[in-house]
């Protein structure tokens, strides 16, 4: 494989290596490691009860993020062969970049935020990180998972100034306005391809969006012509799929063709020249990324801001920030592992203890660990 890698793929021969030195395998490269510590840990076990869009008791058919995690992945793959850059690399960050996600979705992401306002704040892309870097804890001679500088430097996707100064190696690209890998830059625009499409899935299927609506999704309705054309009989349910499934292919096409045309313009010739480039090299053309964004924009309005799931959204909210306030005044109701790191830590250490103690919550535990407070 690694012979077929473009000069500007990450080469595991050109890597910054692990934080913690260790022997090679003797059977797989170190990212195709990567990716097998984070498919084993704990907190990637825990992403198939958490939402994706749809709280887990909803529905058992609707994405969660170990689903959309795969997703990704697998047009991160898709993406990453047909470019000749590192498939594992790739694969590893679409499979972690949604590690320290919290219970709920983006409404307890949110509200976490608000309840550590006061103590640096909660941001999950920050959170995945801290998982594979500290949180873990597998292994006999270092914390965490110890993965790859590269990996790294993929699950962190945006970072402030300040967050990045404590950060040490993998927070100086934002200090210094590089830009990561080309394999990190393909996991940040697929995770956003992945989650447009398959909302639209799981809010048909949820009956709030419907077929007048997305019609007028420039996007939508092209594939949505052809289908209807081609099989004037199919029921929805497979007419969404395969308009779904030509919706993904076609900006995916689209993405892969745009960024030989850049690479080709800039002509880089290993990844230091790709991280100086000044700008991503993986994008979608400009009128690709007008109707994602427009679909995007729809979800937004119809689906996310749908009466039906503000309604979830809020009664969520309460609890994330009920179990917060609760714990952070009596430690002790939490595990040991995280009641004895917060018992006699400062307030901002403890406040963070409790952070991460919600953030690995699915959302059934957390609506468990919700009732228990009120018993």
């Known amino acids: 494989m690694t012979a077929a890698l473009l000069p500007y793929a990450a080469h595991e021969s050109h890597s910054r290596g692990r934080r913690y030195a260790e022997p090679p395998s003797a059977y797989r490269g ?18 198939v009860y958490k939402t994706q869009v749809f709280v887990n008791h ?17 047009i991160g793959r898709t993406v990453a062969l047909a470019l000749r850059l590192n498939e594992p690399l790739a694969e590893a960050i679409c499979l972690a970049h949604d590690l320290g996600h919290t219970p709920f979705g983006h409404a307890g992401q949110d509200t976490l935020n608000a309840c550590m306002r006061d103590y640096g704040g909660f941001e999950h892309n920050l959170q995945s990180l801290r998982v594979v870097d ?3 804890a597998k292994y006999a001679d270092f914390p965490g998972l110890n993965l790859m500088f590269e990996t790294r430097e993929g699950i962190l996707k945006h970072c402030s100034a300040r967050n990045a ?5 993998v927070g100086e690209r934002f200090l210094e306005r590089k830009q990561p890998g080309l394999e990190a830059q393909i996991a940040n625009i697929v995770d956003a391809i992945a989650y447009n499409n398959h909302d639209v899935d799981d809010g048909f299927r949820a009956g709030l969006l419907s077929l007048e609506q997305l019609r007028q999704q420039p996007l ?22 395969e308009i779904i499934r ?3 292919g076609a900006v995916v096409g689209d993405l892969i063709e745009e960024t030989r045309r850049n690479l080709e313009r800039e002509a880089p010739d290993s990844i230091d020249a790709v991280r100086n480039a000044g700008k991503q090299l993986v994008s979608m053309s400009a009128a690709m990324y007008e109707q994602h964004q427009s679909l995007k924009k729809f979800l937004h309005k119809h689906l996310y801001s749908h009466e039906q799931k503000l309604e979830m959204t809020r009664k969520v909210q309460a609890m994330v920030e009920d179990l917060f306030v609760a714990y952070m005044g009596d430690v002790n109701l939490m595990p040991k592992e995280f009641s004895v790191a917060a018992r006699d830590a400062e307030k901002a250490c403890r406040a963070r203890v409790v952070a991460d103690y919600i953030a690995g919550m699915t959302d059934r535990y957390a609506i468990a660990a919700h009732e228990s407070l009120a018993g």
């Open 30 to 47: 170190e990212y195709q490691r990567d990716r097998d510590r984070i498919i084993h840990s704990t907190a990637f076990r825990r992403l």
């Open 58 to 74: 909803e529905g058992d058919l609707y994405r969660t993020r170990l689903t959309h995690s795969l997703e990704v992945s697998q």
């Open 165 to 169: 100064r404590e950060l040490g190696d």
């Open 220 to 241: 939508f309705g092209r594939q949505f012509e052809e289908v209807r054309s081609r099989y004037p009989t199919l029921d929805d349910r497979r007419l969404i799929y």
């Open 246 to 248: 030509r919706m993904i």
């Open 134 to 136: 500290e949180l873990e």
